[in-house]
């Protein structure tokens, strides 16, 4: 048994695909097939069921040998990580990806930490709530950061979710609209303005699941540029739906521009956000301290 034996059923298993696993790991199918067969004939037990029609899925006794090798592969990278320690002079890479709305946030974090590792190269991603669990499934990221609702029908298999704070989904007015003096409004209060939304996945879902529940609002537009978004808002155009978290330190919504009022009277209003980490990935240090800026930087929103 070596390592990449178990590289090769972990890579495998995670794809249910050989030609998956060879591409992503730059080697041949049919030395990946040979490995995992000399793996099970060494064991002495089927790892992996094999078929044209339903790629590779591991077996009762192979989703055990998965979970122990899964571990192998994380002690490994924390060795690995510990004697580049010794040897390095603070010299890496981080990639982060993020849903759009939160750069403020990160790149306060991102001061800081280049301040105690400047030889460090920092990647910053925008992309959809979708995008980002995948980016991290893929270990194409060592960093993702979404909304989240229980609520939502998203699936998260092999992702740890770490809240980082609690928000809430909150109607947005001008401050010209009368809907302005109102502290709450209720979704029926609501059914006769014109609505501008936000191109992103969490936001779509509230939009259709507060369609779907009372009726649809006639829409202005549709963006994935908060910009316009806002403006059409301060115009006096449409009103929008948007968590509070993206919203509160936004400059038209502290000089008064624009105005949150709390939704009533409706179910799916609050949202956690926060980390989104691969079950399957041991957290290489820098990761691990641009963590510890970040909640640094959201303890003082």
Known sequence: ??????LYIVEVAKHNSLSVAAQNLHVTQSGISQSITGL????GLKILHRSRGHGAVPTDEGRIILKQAYEVLKKLEEIK?????FNSAEIGELKVSSIPGLTTVLV???AAFRQDYPQVNVEINEK????????VRQHKTDIGLIAHSPDWNINMEGIAFESLFEGKQKVYVSKHSPLAFTG????????????VTYYGEFMQYFVH???KKYKPLKILFTANNLDGILQAIIENLAITFAPDFIMKNHPSVMNGDIIPIDLVNHGAVNISFGLALSEDKHLSIFPNKYIQYLKSEISQI
């Open 184 to 195: 709450t409004i209720s979704p029926h209060e609501i059914l006769d303005q014109m609505l």
């Open 40 to 43: 099970e004939k060494e064991l």
């Open 108 to 110: 306060k974090a991102l």
């Open 128 to 135: 959809s709530v979708t995008s980002v669990i995948e980016d």
């Open 209 to 211: 699941d507060f369609f």
């Open 81 to 85: 990580e510990k004697a580049n320690s």
């Open 1 to 6: 048994m070596n390592f990449e034996q178990l």
